[in-house]
């Protein structure tokens, strides 16, 4: 794809953005996080996008852009296709500005998802269902959005939109009570680090601006080490506010001069991260919504006695995906294990596997054995809960002193798959 020649959005536009979104869009607070200030020997603030009235940040965009469309492209409605947060947005601005909205999502979105778009649209807005994927539902959108001559709302490749999104730099300068060292920014298709380093690159060039992406779908830093924005032929959807095959053009163009880095974080890591957002910190995320606090442990020396600001972009987590969020989390610290046992087709096997090889705090969380006829041993596959990562190797020395173990599964992706 080629190169865009774009300049950085202009504070003026941004502050003009601002004042669009008065009444609008929620000034979020710039929050002080005693335990990640205490856990890095630094100032950690958090930018709670996630307590916006569509709890992420994509209404500052979506509004935006809509509120500067003429009276005539209102009118004949708009089209967008999102799988979640965008779609949210876009339906609320609907219903503020009395636009009709067609909004695409993939058939396979939560119904939880649907009923929120739903809900924020209230009558102004249509959900159609189309395909299994984004890229599915996308194409069809932009297909009504020509055949209808319909304003094609887009995520995040689009100048209104990134000004939108460049007013939460706005607010984070206002807010601080000091000036900041790093501000780490989540990216997805890049509309909202491309705003907001837009506005730093300007008013406080000082601060370094440190964009993350998880490890699964590195869209931007991929297109930053080969100098052009490429496509992403495959890449991992959990982190589904953030997994983007290709960022904006625009974007592209804005973030390779406005960034100072761009790092990604394993999912795992994301997923503890959420977690212990929720437990130490009550504080509700997505996925995406961890990525840049995730993002702190890269930056541990770095960022000591300094001031740091992390946007927490979103909650519009579904609770159906808890158990997967837990077990991956589980998995990167190493403590979640699967193995095939090999058991011997005897009475009391499976006392001795309980007894003398499982440690007295290891938990079995997945067992599944059929006996066999004719043979001298069966086997069977089982997960194990550790209390450290220390416990492995210890584990590993008892199954095979007392010949239960057969094959270890968490390093085998291609039967993994059929576990989480």
Not at 66 to 89: D, P
């Amino acid at each position: 794809m080629e190169a865009v020649s774009v300049g950085l959005p202009s504070v003026f536009a941004i502050q003009a953005a601002a004042i669009t979104l008065k009444g609008v869009a929620s000034k979020t607070p710039l929050q002080e996080s005693d335990r990640l200030s205490r856990d890095f020997s630094c100032k950690v603030f958090l930018k709670r996008e996630d307590l916006q009235s569509v709890r992420s940040y994509k209404i500052r965009g979506a509004y935006h852009k809509m509120a500067s469309l003429i009276e005539e492209e209102k009118e004949k409605g708009v089209v967008c296709a999102s799988a979640g947060n965008h779609a949210q947005g876009v339906a609320l601005s609907c219903k503020l500005l009395k636009v009709k909205g067609t909004i695409y999502m993939p058939a396979t979105t939560p119904l939880q998802k649907i009923e929120q778009v739903k809900h924020f649209g209230e009558g102004f807005v249509e959900v159609c269902l189309e395909g299994d994927t984004f890229n599915d539902a996308h194409e069809v959108a932009i297909q009504a959005s020509e055949a209808e001559q319909k304003e094609f709302i887009h995520p995040f490749d689009d100048e209104k939109v990134i000004e939108g999104q460049g007013t939460i730099g706005l607010e984070i300068l206002e807010q601080t009570p000091q000036p900041l060292d790093y501000v780490f920014v989540p990216i997805g298709g890049g509309g909202l680090a491309a705003g907001l380093s837009s506005v730093f690159k300007q008013l406080s060039p000082q601060t370094k601006i440190i964009g993350v992406e998880p490890e699964g779908a590195p869209a931007m830093k991929s297109s930053l080490d080969e100098g052009k924005n490429i496509f992403l032929h495959r890449i991992d959807k959990f982190v589904d506010g953030a997994a983007v095959k290709q960022v904006g053009r625009r974007n592209f163009e804005i973030c390779r001069e406005t960034l100072d880095e761009v790092v990604t974080v394993p999912e795992g890591k994301i997923c503890q991260t959420l977690l212990e957002l929720y437990n130490k910190d009550g504080i509700i995320v997505e996925p995406a919504g961890a990525l840049s606090m995730a993002a702190l442990d890269l930056f541990s020396d770095r960022i000591k006695g300094k001031t740091v600001a992390c946007v927490v972009s979103g909650s519009n987590n579904d609770i159906t995906r808890t158990a997967e969020i837990k077990e991956r989390a589980l998995l990167y610290g190493n403590v979640k294990h699967y193995f095939i046992v090999k058991f011997p087709q005897r009475a009391g096997a499976l006392r001795q596997f309980l007894t003398q090889v499982l440690g007295p705090e290891d938990d079995i969380t997945y067992f599944e054995y059929t006996k066999k006829t004719n043979r001298s041993t069966g086997s069977a596959m089982v997960g194990l809960e550790l209390k450290s990562p220390k416990d492995f190797e210890p584990l590993i020395d008892r199954m095979k002193a007392f010949h239960f173990y057969q094959d270890y599964l968490n390093d085998k992706p291609e039967l993994f798959q059929f576990l989480v």
